[in-house]
């Protein structure tokens, strides 16, 4: 079932109600009360950005990764042993959400969906401290990171970049370690082989809402941590 929202009322339908995609709303805005209340219950905007029309999901199936599961392969271990790169948070969020954005041609793909009005939006909420990025640099160029919403101690994965081996990888391991630390875990929204490679595991929508409950959230892990 597809709801349609009142843009001018700020709220949502039980999330329960999402068709099998995990579609279940129309409408609505991408101002930071829209998207904190989207985030606070599981609920995410995706849609291609050339569109009028914002479309809200909410998979009954979540896909996320706990932390203490992170996979370090061993190539990635020597890999982060030899100082190749060195990996930062908040330092250059911009960069790294455009770059999200645009990395391998991804804004002129049929669905492309970061851009237009979703990068002002995630860029506000990282102003009133409620997303951050994870920077990946080789010396002075930034070669890969990812970003996300922050509320509490958990993070809710949007995108990542790579240009160069195993860059995003890196950024991964370090906002695991991040969020770890705190006892909170990382929303992947859908599965992807590499994320699956990386620790994710699927729950239901109930479980995963006992672990994003207000109630249950605990401190926010620093937004202005020390670089690793």
């Known amino acids: ?25 129309v409408g609505g805005d991408l101002t930071p009360e829209w998207l904190l209340l989207a985030y606070s219950h599981g609920i995410f905007p995706w849609f291609d950005y050339r569109s009028d029309q914002i479309l809200w999901h909410c998979p009954q199936d979540r ?20 100082d190749k790169y060195h990996v930062t948070f908040n330092k250059a969020f911009d960069q790294v959400i455009e770059n999200c954005g645009k990395a391998q041609g991804r804004d002129q793909e049929v669905g492309a969906w970061l851009g237009g009005r979703m990068i002002p939006a995630y860029k506000k909420l ?22 996300g919403v922050t509320i509490g101690r958990n993070f809710f994965g949007e995108s990542m970049f790579s240009l160069a081996p195993s860059a995003s990888k890196m950024a991964l391991i370090y906002l ?46 620093p937004l202005t941590a020390k670089d690793n």
């Not at 969020?179 to 909170?184: A, E, F, I, N």
Request: glycine share 8%.
């Open 1 to 25: 079932m597809v709801f349609r929202l009142d843009d001018n009322i700020i709220g949502f339908p039980d999330p329960h109600l999402a068709n099998k995609s995990g579609l279940f709303a």
């Open 63 to 82: 896909f996320v990764i706990f932390p203490k599961d992170i996979h370090i392969s061993h190539s990635m271990r020597t890999l982060m042993n030899q």
């Open 126 to 147: 990282h102003e009133l401290n409620f997303a951050m990025s994870v920077e990946v640099w080789q010396e002075d160029e930034l070669v890969g990171g990812l970003y």
């Open 176 to 221: 695991a370690f991040m969020v770890g630390r705190v006892g909170g875990i990382i929303d992947c929204q859908f599965e992807t082989s590499h994320l699956k490679s990386m620790g994710g595991t699927h729950i239901p929508y109930d479980e995963y809402m006992q672990y994003i409950n207000p109630e249950n959230t605990g401190p926010a892990f």
